[in-house]
Structure formats: structure tokens, C-alpha cells
């Protein structure tokens, strides 16, 4: 642990290579899981199974490692980021090459499932809490940045998950990808540890480690009675009920319409680069001067992403597939960061480690029924129409969901900094279209 107490985060320093280790465990992290979709479609063949069932593992690993993120975040207080990091990249990596062993899709669900996304938890929830504590100004363009690593990293992993399997089937795949997930341990070894005024002394962080703390304040239970954060993460339980379904099924849906293996797979890389570039355009716009506060940038990516999501039906042809595949990819990444730095205006950045991994809990509802009723969907009529029809619906539902929250209309910007912020007694400024009268 470092010597000095800092004021205010610093910015930069040290904090850029916090962002480095972002980038490179969203990358390990969710791109892999997001070219899954290649071992899907194998998965159906090897197991001659459904696609509602062989969806549950990805669906399951999506729920574990959301579900788990109090589990991350408690521990990171008790341990520090760094170490919880590196066991779960060690976690990761070992769930992967178990389930190249896989003689039944039970196997599948308990190492790629369970084991698998309980280490991706411990992974994201420590991370892109450290990398909001290094910064406050550029929070949101570092935020971009470091889940920028999970577009870049599909843009690759699709088509060469793809030429694994040719090369040596999906056993063998599953084993290099394991060998290449553990490179997490790696980058977990950067997140330095920063103490800022206001964090508890190392008096606080022993109590905190005792038997006799209270899993309430382990596992911030309090924020279930601070109603805005409620409604927020009612919000993205909406969001992850439909945002990763193309990522399970858009590879499949390509093969359908006629693409080849190749073609299917280099959709999904063509949305990844748009997505790297949504992340980090999301993220240069809500850090610049414009009018308007966090929370409205993010509804409006995540009506965008809804609406590109129920237009996927529209792809049949390799062509249009791609059109729509960039318009998704960039939509979805840009909400990405918005999430996490949106947060800080509902319960300032003092409480993000807890509320992210709270947040990641209970939104894994969402996640981990949305991709199986989009299988069972494409089982009941033959198509993916529905399931993309079904999950764009959601993804918009959410954005009323989030026009709901308190001073939702006003454009200040509430300081975000050690408790959640008082919405009654803040002071604000009226949007473009609202007087003063009206507020």
C-alpha cells in the first residue's frame, strides 16, 4: 500500500496503466465471452442439443460473474484489488481448460459456467472500480479506454477462435484459449493500490476483515434502500436481458442466412471495431462540455442499442449483416462506460466498489434469462426474428426505466464524491426546452 494520502484522484500517473490493466481483462474477459458464439454453434453439433439448452452457458456464465461481483468487491476491501484479480484471472483460465475435458453439457456448465465466471467476476468488479478511483475529471474518456479492450479483442477472437476449431477442434480450442486467459494474472499485478482522503485507515480495513462486520456492510446491502440506485439497476436488468443476446446468437443467425463460417465469425469483428470505437467516442462526448448529464447520454445509447438490436431480423444478406453488425457494435460499446460513470451521480465514487458488484448482482437476473429465452424463441418459430425483436424491446423499456430517476431533467451534474448525492437539495439548471418555472 502506498505511503501517501492523495486529496483528489490523480488523473493520470500511475492511473494510465491502471487503464492498461482494464484494457487488457475486458479483453481477456469479455471477449472471450463475447466470440462464444463460435463455440456455440459447435457445442450444438458435438451435443446435439438445442439452442435454448447449449445457451444456458454462456447465460450462466454472464449471471455468475455479475451475480459474484459483491463477492469481488468485498474481498478487494478486506485484500486489495491486486491479489482478488490475480486469483480470478488463475480461476478463469483453469474453468477454460477444464471444459476442453467436457463429456456432457453439465461438464460445460460447471467449468465454463461457474468456475469460469466466478473468476471473471473477481476480475471486472475490483478493476473498473480501481480505474474510477485514479481518475475524476477524465473518469468517464478512462472508463472508455479501458473496456475499449473487449471491442479490440473480438475484432481478433472471432475469426480466431474460428481457425482454432478447424485446426484442432474445440477441445483444442478451448485449451489455448485457457493458456491465453491467463495472462489476467499479468495484469491484474498493475492495479497499485490508491488511498485517497476519506478511505477507512488500515484500523477500518482490519475491522472490516473481521468475523464480526456485518455482510451488510460487506456487501453494501444499505444502497437497497437508497431508491434511485434501485431503479438504476432495474434499469440494466432490462439492459443484459436483451444486450448479449447477439452475442450468443448473431454468429448463428449469420449462418442461417446463408454466410459461411468465416463470414459469420468476421460479423461479429466488424461490430467489436465499431464497438471500440463507441467506447471511446461515448466516453471523449460525455467527458466534453456539452449540456446534459451523464444519465442522459447513457439513454440515449441505450435507445440506440435497442433499436439496432430489433433491426437485426433485417440482415439477410452478408452485406446488410455487416451494415446492421457496425451500427450494433457502436451503439453497444458506447454504453458501456456510461454505465459505470453514471453510477458515480447516484451514489458518488466513494461507494462505486460496492455498488458496482451489488449492481452486478442484481442485474444478473437479466443476464441470465435473457440468451435462453432468446434459444427457446428460435426453437418456437425457426428464426432469430423474435429473439432480436424481443430483446431490442428490452433494451428500450430500460430507457423509460431511467427517465424515471430523480432531477432526470435537470442539467447539472451533481459532484461525485464520497456519499450518494442529496437529488432534493441539489442545485440544478434547466435543460434546453425547460424554465425555470417548471422546476
Known amino acids: 500500500m502506498p505511503h501517501?494520502?492523495?486529496?483528489?484522484?490523480?488523473?493520470?500517473?500511475?492511473?494510465?496503466?491502471?487503464?492498461?490493466?482494464?484494457?487488457?481483462?475486458?479483453?481477456?474477459?469479455?471477449?472471450?465471452?463475447?466470440?462464444?458464439?463460435?463455440?456455440?454453434?459447435?457445442?450444438?453439433?458435438?451435443?446435439?442439443?438445442p439452442s435454448s439448452t447449449v445457451s444456458w452457458i454462456v447465460s450462466l456464465a454472464v449471471a455468475v460473474l455479475q451475480f459474484a461481483?459483491?463477492?469481488?468487491?468485498?474481498?478487494?476491501?478486506?485484500?486489495?484489488?491486486?491479489?482478488?484479480?490475480?486469483?480470478?484471472?488463475?480461476?478463469?483460465?483453469?474453468?477454460?481448460?477444464?471444459?476442453?475435458?467436457?463429456?456432457?453439457?453439465?461438464?460445460?456448465?460447471?467449468?465454463?459456467?461457474?468456475?469460469?465466471?466466478?473468476?471473471?467476476a473477481l476480475v471486472f468488479t475490483p478493476s473498473a472500480a480501481t480505474v474510477s478511483r485514479y481518475f475524476e475529471k477524465r473518469r468517464t474518456l478512462a472508463m472508455g479506454l479501458a473496456v475499449s479492450?473487449?471491442?479490440?479483442?473480438?475484432?481478433?477472437?472471432?475469426?480466431?477462435?474460428?481457425?482454432?476449431?478447424?485446426?484442432?477442434?474445440?477441445?483444442?480450442?478451448?485449451?489455448?484459449v485457457a493458456a491465453l486467459s491467463l495472462n489476467l494474472v499479468a495484469s491484474g499485478a498493475l492495479l497499485r493500490p490508491l488511498v485517497l482522503e476519506g478511505d477507512p485507515g488500515p484500523e477500518g480495513q482490519a475491522a472490516a476483515a473481521k468475523w464480526s462486520a456485518t455482510l451488510a456492510t460487506l456487501f453494501s446491502l444499505e444502497l437497497?434502500?437508497?431508491?434511485?440506485?434501485?431503479?438504476?439497476?432495474?434499469?440494466?436488468v432490462l439492459v443484459d436481458a436483451g444486450y448479449f443476446v447477439p452475442y450468443a446468437h448473431l454468429v448463428a443467425h449469420a449462418r442461417e442466412v446463408g454466410c459461411d463460417e468465416y463470414q459469420?465469425?468476421?460479423?461479429?469483428?466488424?461490430?467489436?471495431?465499431?464497438?471500440?470505437?463507441?467506447?471511446?467516442?461515448?466516453?471523449?462526448?460525455?467527458?466534453?462540455?456539452?449540456?446534459g448529464r451523464l444519465l442522459h447520454?447513457?439513454?440515449?445509447?441505450a435507445v440506440l442499442t435497442g433499436a439496432s438490436i430489433a433491426l437485426l431480423p433485417l440482415g439477410q444478406s452478408y452485406a446488410s449483416l455487416m451494415a446492421l453488425g457496425l451500427c450494433y457494435g457502436f451503439f453497444a460499446g458506447a454504453l458501456v462506460p456510461l454505465q459505470f460513470t453514471s453510477l458515480v451521480e447516484i451514489v458518488g465514487s466513494g461507494r462505486m466498489l460496492g455498488a458496482i458488484g451489488l449492481m452486478h448482482m442484481l442485474?444478473?437476473?437479466?443476464?441470465?434469462?435473457?440468451?435462453?429465452?432468446?434459444?427457446?424463441l428460435r426453437d418456437l418459430t425457426g428464426t432469430y426474428a423474435a429473439s432480436f425483436i424481443t430483446a431490442g424491446a428490452f433494451l428500450l423499456t430500460s430507457s423509460l426505466v431511467l427517465a424515471t430517476l430523480p432531477d432526470y431533467f435537470s442539467c447539472s451534474r451533481p459532484r461525485s464524491r464520497g456519499r450518494p448525492p442529496s437529488f432534493g437539495m441539489m442545485r440544478r439548471q434547466p435543460c434546453l426546452g425547460q424554465s425555470a418555472a417548471e422546476m
Open 264 to 291: 459469420a465469425a468476421l460479423t461479429m469483428s466488424v461490430a467489436a471495431v465499431a464497438d471500440m470505437c463507441g467506447r471511446i467516442f461515448a466516453g471523449w462526448l460525455a467527458d466534453s462540455r456539452l449540456r
Open 363 to 376: 442485474e444478473s437476473v437479466g443476464a441470465l434469462l435473457g440468451t435462453p429465452l432468446s434459444g427457446w
Open 69 to 120: 461481483s459483491p463477492v469481488g468487491s468485498t474481498l478487494s476491501t478486506c485484500y486489495g484489488a491486486r491479489p482478488v484479480v490475480m486469483v480470478g484471472g488463475f480461476l478463469s483460465g483453469l474453468g477454460l481448460l477444464l471444459a476442453s475435458f467436457s463429456v456432457h453439457l453439465t461438464h460445460l456448465y460447471l467449468s465454463i459456467g461457474l468456475l469460469a465466471g466466478f473468476g471473471w
Open 224 to 236: 437497497l434502500s437508497h431508491r434511485p440506485f434501485v431503479r438504476y439497476v432495474l434499469a440494466f
Open 297 to 301: 447520454h447513457l439513454t440515449l445509447w
Open 4 to 49: 501517501c494520502v492523495r486529496s483528489v484522484a490523480p488523473d493520470g500517473g500511475w492511473g494510465w496503466m491502471v487503464v492498461l490493466a482494464g484494457f487488457v481483462q475486458t479483453a481477456l474477459v469479455f471477449g472471450v465471452i463475447r466470440s462464444f458464439g463460435v463455440f456455440f454453434v459447435e457445442f450444438v453439433e458435438y451435443f446435439r442439443a
Open 149 to 176: 479492450g473487449a471491442g479490440i479483442s473480438s475484432l481478433a477472437f472471432s475469426p480466431l477462435f474460428q481457425y482454432l476449431v478447424d485446426l484442432y477442434g474445440w477441445r483444442g480450442a478451448l485449451r489455448l
